[in-house]
Nanobody, 122 residues
């Protein structure tokens, strides 16, 4: 299994970014997929998930600003982030869960990407 994130960069508050995660080595949409983030000194937190039926879930702090989606043909998971805030600054990780059940907990993730850094300045 290989998950490779891209798209992280430094932006100003109110800006937008789209993160991508190229997946390989497994049947892409057989599992729940998600995005987590980890800020310095904080625990890794799940922020968005999508299952094989395209059912999505978001934590409250990003709901309405972030959108998770997947391109099945390209095997790419996306995270569109709008109206970014300084508190969104973190390393963002792509995650593949063990099966199609989505739990917003890091310990239920089976495979991780290497992470991509997002920095939002005020």
């Amino acid at each position: 299994v290989k998950l490779v994130e891209s798209g992280g960069e430094s932006v100003q508050a109110g800006g937008s970014l789209r993160l991508s995660c190229a997946a390989s080595g497994f049947t892409f949409r057989d599992r729940c997929m998600g995005w987590f983030r980890q800020a310095p000194g904080k625990e890794r937190e799940g922020i968005a998930t999508i299952d094989s039926r395209d059912t999505t879930f978001y934590i409250y702090s990003v709901k309405g600003r972030f959108t998770i989606s997947a391109d099945n043909a390209k095997k790419i998971l996306y995270l569109q982030m709008n109206n970014l805030k300084p508190e969104d600054t973190a390393t963002y990780y792509c995650a593949a869960f063990r099966n199609d059940l989505c739990f917003m907990m890091a310990r239920t993730v089976n495979d991780w990407g290497q992470g991509t850094q997002v920095s939002v300045s005020s």
